[in-house]
Nanobody, 121 residues
Framework: QVQLVESGGGLVRPGGSLRLSCAAS????????MGWYRQAPGKQREVVAV???????NVVGSVKGRFTISRDNAKNTWYLQMNSLKPEDTAVYYC???????????????WGQGTLVTVSS
């Protein structure tokens, strides 16, 4: 079984920065695409950024230019660096990944429990 654990959320003032981490543990053979998503109060969950094993990244929407996704394949960990935070970035942030526990098995999507980011003065 594979678990994803996010960390790094909290309260930050507008214009500030936070770095979220997502660590995968358990029976891991390989990790395919990994990403960050968020869900603001009263809104649907949306994708924030994704990264492939080869290092290709895509940051989408209103966070482009302010957020950066990176991954450390050796540690099965990926990060979301968030700069110039705005109140509208307030949300629960989730990490997710396509994980395979054995070379013979298909990739399955695994989600973390979420970490709250609050941007407020």
């Amino acid at each position: 079984q594979v678990q994803l654990v996010e960390s790094g959320g909290g309260l930050v003032r507008p214009g500030g920065s936070l770095r979220l981490s997502c660590a995968a543990s358990g029976s891991i053979f390989s990790i395919n695409t990994m990403g960050w998503y968020r869900q603001a109060p009263g809104k649907q969950r949306e994708v924030v950024a994704v990264a492939t094993p080869g290092g290709d990244t895509n940051v989408v929407g209103s966070v482009k230019g302010r957020f950066t996704i990176s991954r450390d394949n050796a540690k099965n960990t990926w990060y979301l660096q968030m700069n110039s935070l705005k109140p509208e970035d307030t949300a629960v942030y989730y990490c997710a990944a396509e994980v395979r526990s054995d070379s013979r098995w298909p990739f399955v999507e695994v989600w973390g429990q979420g970490t709250l980011v609050t941007v407020s003065s």
